[in-house]
């Protein structure tokens, strides 16, 4: 029984962008097991912006191509710098779970290249920001947390527009495409606490088409 029933139905954000409640809570395990094995390949690690700050996020990626950072810019990436080799193949468990929520969001066959995951540590936050260094714009952003309970910021098209602040939780799945893609969002500074399935941390995986 859940006794939360309505924080799992789906929640319109803005034309082309949907909150999924609860979606990717019953492969949570796989999804949690296939993280760690992606990390053991290719750790977490802390990517410098083009100004030269350390992100308190943790990042890596796994599929044909991944997001990274450093002095020179923001790019996507068939190769992880660390190690010189591809990054990690992408999860069926991962493409499937991205496909099935797209097409819940009304985007059909959405395959997606490149999932960033994101691992937050309570203080860690992601200011506001718009995924725009895909060349593809027509495909949505899908976005999986997973572990200690967030806020997500939810803007608009401009920067200038205020967030809306909506609670995410472990499971919870954000589609965003359409007249949304470009769209302001970011996660507010992480609270403490701890996760049964995650302990002290969260996770975020977030695909994209990139080409
Ligand atoms: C992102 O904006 O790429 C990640 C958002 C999140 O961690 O939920
Ligand atoms: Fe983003």
Not at 27 to 46: K, S, T, Y
């Amino acid at each position: 029984m859940n006794l939360f029933d309505d924080a799992d139905d789906d929640l319109p954000l803005a034309p082309g962008a949907l909150k999924l409640g609860g979606f990717a809570r019953d492969i949570d395990v796989a999804l949690l097991a296939a993280v760690a094995d992606i990390a053991r390949d290719a750790p977490f690690r802390h990517l410098v912006t083009p100004g030269g700050l350390r992100m308190s996020v943790a990042m890596t990626n796994c599929g044909e191509a991944g997001w990274v950072s450093d002095r020179t810019g923001y790019r996507y990436e068939s190769c992880d710098p660390e190690s010189g080799r591809p990054w990690p193949a992408m999860p069926q468990l991962f493409r499937d779970l991205a496909a099935r929520a797209a097409a819940r969001a009304g985007f059909a066959d959405f395959q997606p290249q490149a999932c960033l995951v994101n691992r937050y540590v309570p203080g860690s936050k992601l200011s506001l920001h718009q995924d725009r260094d895909e060349r593809n714009l027509v495909e949505p952003i899908v976005s999986v947390s997973l572990g200690l309970p967030a806020t997500f910021l939810w803007g608009g098209a401009t920067r200038a527009e205020r967030p809306h602040r909506l609670p995410l939780v472990h499971g919870d799945v954000v589609v965003w495409g359409g007249p949304s893609r470009l769209n302001f969002h970011g996660i507010d500074t992480l609270p403490q606490g701890a996760h049964p399935a995650t302990g002290a941390l969260r996770y975020n995986l977030t695909f994209r088409r990139v080409r």
